[in-house]
Structure formats: structure tokens, C-alpha cells
């Protein structure tokens, strides 16, 4: 079965790090693009960072430039993103998505993991 | 970075209606438009990808038009399960970007 399970989440006080987790399965992992998209609670969603299937290519969002990096270990199908320094504003769900082939947009979502950053 | 923008913020249909929802990017984006269906509590779905194609397993009721800065996403025949939040994405350049959303409502 294709799919993609978060884990990591949790609660967090400020300043505070995290290391989040995506297991991938059911398609070569290697071959695509993964990105992360956050949604704080009752809000939109906000595309957070992007890696190349290779993973020699990021890009992010200014919002967490400096603080977050993305990596993978396609040897373990197995996507990642350490967060620090965090603050309040990181509260939300995070979404690992697989982006299509050859494309940037997410045709595969996992079921997300929340993140909450208080004291 | 390219702003997207969702209008109506909500929209109340009856079911069975017609359902006409739109995006607007603040720069051309060409056809790197995506749309999402999301429900309470769930992931995010792809419906549309190059502003018109949709995804596999997508009904036929669901059909996206335009190109540049002007997207439309319609929902020809409303079933009980449409109703839900839909954003549109562009992934024309980074940072990618999502609009704010529109809820589907019932009437």
C-alpha cells in the first residue's frame, strides 16, 4: 500500500527542538520529491520546505529558514525535519507529502503529526 | 513571493447545485495550479493538477480551468461528501504557496 506515516510530534516548550519523521512505502521513495506542509490549528495550510528525490536539493520557507532542515535516508524510505529553535507560531499539524513526478505539487499525503510549542 | 488568493471565503450550496470556486495569483503562475480537497480532521487531498487535470480517482463533477493569475475550480452536481474546505497551490516557483481556502457549506 502506498503511503506515508508521520512521527514525532509532540509538545515542545520554546527554544525548544524537535526531530519529525516520515515513513514512506509503497512507491521508490528516491524517486521523488517530498515536501513538509504545516497547518496551525483552525488555519490554513503552509508549504514549509521541499527536497529533491536525491536530497541534494532543499528549499524552505522564510518563515523557518535558519531554524528547520530537511534530510532524508532514502536507504530507510525515510523523510526528515529537524525544528530548533521553536516558537509558539510552529504550533500545527505537520504533513509529510510526496510531490509528483517531475512536478512540485503533493499527490500523496501522510496523516500528519501535531506539534505544539508552549511553556 | 506569489500571493494566492481564495474567494468566496465560504460558500453555502445547496445540494445538487452548482459550485464555482476561485483563485487568483498575484504573478503568473502558467498551469502549475494544484487544488485540494481537505475534510475536519483529515489530510489534504489532490483533486486538480495543472489547472485542469484532474487526479486519479477524482469524480467527474470536479473540473479546474484557467492559466496565468485567473483559476476557477467547479463542482458540477454537489454530493454530501464536497463539502469541505478547497485550496488552491501554485507550484510555478518557490516558495510554493497556498491560498487562504473557501469552505464549502451546506445551505
Known amino acids: 500500500e502506498v503511503q506515508l506515516l508521520e512521527s514525532g510530534g509532540g509538545l515542545v516548550q520554546p527554544g525548544g527542538s524537535l526531530r519529525l519523521s516520515c515513513a514512506a512505502s509503497?512507491?521508490?521513495?528516491?524517486?521523488?520529491?517530498m515536501n513538509w506542509v504545516r497547518q496551525a490549528p483552525g488555519k490554513g495550510l503552509e508549504w514549509v520546505s521541499a527536497?529533491?528525490?536525491?536530497?541534494?536539493?532543499?528549499q524552505y520557507a522564510d518563515s523557518v529558514k535558519g531554524r528547520f532542515t530537511m534530510s532524508r535516508d532514502n536507504s530507510k524510505n525515510t523523510l526528515y525535519l529537524q525544528m530548533n529553535p521553536l516558537r509558539a507560531e510552529d504550533t500545527a499539524v505537520y504533513y509529510c507529502?510526496?510531490?509528483?513526478?517531475?512536478?512540485?505539487?503533493?499527490?500523496?499525503w501522510g496523516r500528519g503529526t501535531l506539534v505544539t510549542v508552549s511553556s | 513571493e506569489i500571493v494566492m488568493t481564495q474567494s468566496p471565503a465560504t460558500l453555502s450550496v445547496s445540494p445538487g447545485e452548482r459550485a464555482t470556486l476561485s483563485c487568483r495569483a498575484s504573478?503568473?503562475?502558467?498551469?502549475?495550479l494544484a487544488w485540494y480537497q481537505q475534510k475536519p480532521g483529515q489530510a489534504p487531498r489532490l483533486l486538480i493538477y495543472?489547472?485542469?487535470t484532474r487526479a486519479t480517482g477524482v469524480a467527474a463533477r470536479f473540473s479546474g480551468s484557467g492559466s496565468g493569475t485567473e483559476f476557477t475550480l467547479s463542482i458540477s452536481s454537489l454530493q454530501s461528501e464536497d463539502f469541505a474546505v478547497y485550496y488552491c497551490?501554485?507550484?510555478?516557483?518557490?516558495?510554493?504557496?497556498f491560498g487562504g481556502g473557501t469552505k464549502v457549506e451546506i445551505k
Open positions: 495543472g489547472a485542469s
Open positions: 507529502a510526496k510531490a509528483a513526478a517531475g512536478n512540485w505539487y503533493s499527490d500523496l
Open positions: 497551490q501554485q507550484y510555478n516557483d518557490w516558495p510554493l504557496t
Open positions: 527536497i529533491s528525490g536525491g536530497g541534494n536539493s532543499k
Open positions: 509503497g512507491f521508490t521513495f528516491s524517486s521523488y520529491g
Open positions: 504573478q503568473s503562475v502558467g498551469s502549475n
